[in-house]
Nanobody, 121 residues
Framework: QVQLVESGGGLVQSGGSLRLSCAASGFTFSNWAMSWVRQAPGKELEWVSDINSGGASTNYADSVKGRFTISRDNAKSTLYLQMNSLKPEDTAVYYC??????????????WGQGTLVTVSS
């Protein structure tokens, strides 16, 4: 079955960096665009970034553009999110999801537990 396991979250000071990872299994990872999505406490889901199946094309939400970088290693079936210049408003649970910004919500049932990122001011 499909498994998505996020890791790399933690507590970091404002201006700091973190690198999130998402280990995927149970499907042909290299055939799928992938997204990072986040949910801040008491707020709705927010799409953060996506990357096409080959890794050559990426998109970012305006709120993270220039600070976050999405990448993937298809040989390892792993998705990454490098987060720099973190702000308190980046505090959220981060999930990886199959699909791009137009389709990621379709596969909510296979999302993992997410990884919590907390940015202190």
């Amino acid at each position: 079955q499909v498994q998505l396991v996020e890791s790399g979250g933690g507590l970091v000071q404002s201006g700091g960096s973190l690198r999130l990872s998402c280990a995927a299994s149970g499907f042909t990872f290299s055939n799928w665009a992938m997204s990072w999505v986040r949910q801040a406490p008491g707020k709705e889901l927010e799409w953060v970034s996506d990357i096409n199946s080959g890794g050559a094309s990426t998109n970012y939400a305006d709120s993270v553009k220039g600070r976050f970088t999405i990448s993937r290693d298809n040989a390892k079936s792993t998705l990454y999110l490098q987060m720099n210049s973190l702000k308190p408003e980046d505090t959220a649970v981060y999930y990886c999801a199959p699909g791009d910004y137009t389709t990621y919500e379709r596969y909510h049932e296979v999302w993992g537990q997410g990884t919590l990122v907390t940015v202190s001011s």
